[in-house]
């Protein structure tokens, strides 16, 4: 059985965010449903696009961005994206501290997704194609991705 060929740093950045996006369209449908089940799905379905988004933006920041900064000239993209980031972490903060959904969750929630489909286009659009003719060994970046991804979604969550 021939082994799979280590997935570059763009490639595990993307399965990331597609996996993401099925999230925030499942809660959407979870929103419109009348199911009394639906409550509590939709604050566990949350809770979890809140923690791969926080793992997403953590290993972002740690590698990615600054090894983007160094390999291209353009890094206008990198300082919007920061911005980005911080926008959706405040909202990851608010849908956290929520004790159960309020009149405004599904809004948080739906901006939330509103904002990381933004950012998503502009990485797979921009950011990633001038990566990968920059030179930059990503297949290296991408072992180290998964590395930190592991170690962070093996951390225990805070209470």
Partial sequence: MATRAAKDACDLLDADHKKVQKMFKDYEEL?????RTAAQKKMDLARQICMELT??????????????????????????????HQSAKDLIAQIEQAG????????????????????????????????????L?????GGRIAQRKMQLMAMPEPS
């Fill in 31 to 35: 929103a419109g449903s009348r199911a």
């Fill in 55 to 84: 793992v997403h933006t953590q290993i972002e920041e740690e590698i990615f961005y600054p090894a983007c900064r160094e390999a291209i000239k353009d890094t206008d993209i990198l300082d919007e994206a920061t911005v980005e």
């Fill in 100 to 135: 159960e959904p309020d009149e405004m969750f599904d809004a948080k929630v739906k901006v939330l997704g509103e904002y990381i489909d933004h950012h998503v286009k502009e990485e797979e659009n921009e950011l990633f194609p001038k990566l990968r003719k920059s030179g």
């Fill in 137 to 141: 060994d990503l297949k290296a970046m």
